[in-house]
């Protein structure tokens, strides 16, 4: 702790001043009655000096969220002498909305006593923040000179992207033989009852159903359908982002790669994720809740590099890109480089779909309507003129058409799997 | 904006109109109307817009006036008129940071009190404190002193309380600047 002279006492003593000042050359006495409760308030403030002595704590939960979820502060203020007035102000980041309570509060307490205070905060943008920085002013007894404190309780925050349930599930084309919610024609190992047949040489006594062969007078078993599940690899292009800093086409294209993988991983398929842009880093594929958490842990850091190369996508190895994975890229197509990956990875028979997201959902509202629809009437037909090799190819492209880019999916590749 | 909010704010409005245009009540000399208007304009401005310079320029403006009025009206010496306008002046200063404190802060109960129970002790002293330099003054004026040397002594006192308090705060400053110092070092060992 730190005390300080506040500004008022340089204000106090110029009053004080004229006041005697005028009392002097106006041989009148009222003037410096005037002036007179700003000297006793000096005096006062100089006399009356305690130290107090107090503990500040901070706690921060939860400390992984998604955007727009609360984060709990508690403030915590133990105090060993009575504390006079005494303000606190919980330092937010410039991201951080304070949604319930208040980061700053004034507050006394008497000697022995606690006081925990709460506050909930927001974020709405991803990101990995500070919190617990705390910063505190005591009043002893006046205004004029308080103690000032600095606490930190530095607390990182990971604040992931918000992960939007789709309303239907996208088998991939491809499956392979593993443990997974995609059920085979052809029987083995599995959960899902299938039939049952005679034994044969080989199978397990724990398999053998006893009420059949008691009834047949030999032995049957059950028999199972095989379990598959498929390789879901999501290619984020971070090579252009367009838009504001709070609100931009990366942070939509990261938000659906979120969703995509918590969806994939929840039917149990492995998923993946290339970003590809001017520095190229990618976590291979893998099933779980823990590859969840890296998939956001790594597009918690998801950020554009500028840059004028471009790795080539035939680098990146096969365990990252299993052979028949099925590939969802989530590009806005402004870098023609992509174009180049995305004929590679064509050539090498991956199962693509291609979200294409627009930056007309970023943009800050214009005044004038009529130009902001012109503008997204030619970006649409630029996109059509970029788009037809990949349509005359059959790739499924989802063409952004409101905030959510997501929401066309289901038809376009429903429309794609009915014209194969 | 809660109730609290608004009787603060209604508060700290009505002592601000007070102070500002306190010497209308002694004259109504057109140079001393148009001074409690422009303070009285500052002080609103100062404390709708939180800047405390303007409360305090109108403050000194507010002195100003008081003693024109004092002096063109001839009005006998009063103390309670300058005491309960140094009161005032007190209450506007200290109440404008108490009133950011409202706008801002989450206030938890005792607070209110606690500045309010400063307020009222400052006053009280200060009551004290003028009614000691009252019958001072009286006491000195009945002395029946030449009045030459009667001013002398005046802008002698005048320089010495001036004086004495300026050293006084720099003193009460430095130590306290060096104590925290101390303190800092002890911390970090």
């Known amino acids: 702790m730190q005390r300080r002279n506040a500004a008022l006492n340089y204000y106090y003593f110029i009053l004080l001043l004229l006041g005697v000042l005028l009392s002097t050359v106006s041989r009148r006495l009222e003037p410096v009655c005037a002036v007179l409760p700003l000297a006793v308030a000096l005096l006062y403030s100089r006399v009356a000096q ?15 969220a998604f955007e727009d979820d609360r984060i709990t502060v508690a403030v915590t203020i133990k105090a060993e002498t009575a504390l006079p007035p005494t303000e606190i102000w919980h330092m937010l980041p410039p991201e951080a909305t304070c949604v319930t309570g208040s980061n700053r509060f004034l507050l006394t307490l008497r000697p022995g006593t606690e006081r925990t205070l709460q506050h909930e905060v927001m974020f709405t943008q991803r990101g990995k923040y500070t919190l617990g920085r705390l910063y505190g002013r005591v009043h002893t007894p006046t205004h004029l000179q308080p103690w000032l404190l600095e606490s930190n309780h ?24 593993s443990f997974g919610s995609y059920v085979s024609r052809s029987a083995g190992e599995g959960l899902e009852f299938a039939g049952v047949r005679q034994y044969s040489s080989g199978d397990r006594l724990r398999r053998v159903h006893w009420r059949t062969s008691l009834v047949r007078q030999q032995l049957y078993v059950n ?61 291979p594929p893998a099933i779980g809740q823990f590859q969840l958490y890296r998939l956001l842990d790594a597009l918690l850091e998801t950020r554009t590099h500028f840059s004028y190369l471009t790795k080539d996508i035939a680098l990146i190895p096969p365990r990252v890109m299993p052979p028949g994975a099925l590939v969802l890229v989530l590009t806005t197509l402004l870098d023609a480089r992509l174009e180049t990956a995305l004929h590679d990875l064509l ?39 970029r788009l037809h090799p990949f349509r005359r190819l059959g790739i499924p492209i989802v063409l952004q058409e409101s905030a959510d880019p997501l929401r066309g999916l289901y038809p376009t590749i429903a429309g794609a799997r009915r014209g194969q | 904006m809660s109730m609290r909010q608004v009787i603060v704010c209604l508060w700290l409005g009505l002592l601000t109109l007070l102070w500002a245009l ?44 008081l003693t024109m009025a004092l002096l063109l009206t001839a009005y006998p010496p009063n103390l309670w008129v300058g005491l309960s306008a140094g009161v005032t002046l007190l209450a506007l200063l200290d109440g404008h940071q108490s009133f950011a404190y409202l706008r801002h802060c989450q206030i938890e109960p005792g607070v209110v009190a606690a500045l309010g129970g400063t307020l009222v002790r400052l006053s009280g002293w200060s009551l004290a404190a003028g009614v000691g330099v009252g019958l001072l003054v009286t006491q000195l004026y009945s002395q029946r002193v030449d009045t030459a040397a009667a001013g002398y002594m005046t802008i002698i006192g005048a320089g010495v309380l001036v ?5 006084f705060l720099l003193a009460t400053s430095h130590w306290s600047g060096l104590r925290t110092q101390g303190a800092w070092d002890e911390k970090d060992g």
């Open chain 1, 347 to 385: 050539g090498r028979a991956f199962q693509l779909v291609l979200f294409v997201l627009s930056p007309v959902y970023v943009m800050p509202p214009s005044r004038r309507p009529r130009q902001a629809e012109a503008t997204a009437r030619l970006w649409r037909l630029e996109m059509d003129l």
């Open chain 2, 163 to 167: 004086g004495f308090f300026a050293a």
């Open chain 2, 22 to 65: 306190q010497p209308l009540l002694l004259s109504q000399a057109r140079g001393i109307v148009v001074l409690a208007l422009l303070s009285g304009v500052l002080a609103v401005l100062g404390g709708l817009t939180s800047v405390r310079l303007f409360v305090v320029w109108s403050g000194g403006i507010g002195l100003l006036n």
């Open chain 1, 154 to 177: 530095d607390q990182v925050c990971s604040v992931y992207p918000r992960i939007a349930p789709l309303p239907r599930h996208l088998p991939p084309l491809h499956t392979h033989a």
């Open chain 1, 223 to 283: 028999d199972y359908y095989c379990e598959r599940n498929a390789d879901v690899v999501i290619l984020l292009d971070t090579l252009v982002s367009v838009g504001t800093e709070r609100d931009n086409t990366l942070d939509v294209a990261v938000r659906a790669a979120a969703s995509l993988a918590a969806h994939y991983l929840y039917r149990k398929d492995r998923v993946g994720l290339i970003n590809y842009g001017g520095v190229c880093t990618w976590v």
């Open chain 1, 50 to 64: 305690a130290t107090p002595r107090f503990t500040v704590s901070c706690h921060v939960t939860p400390q992984r």
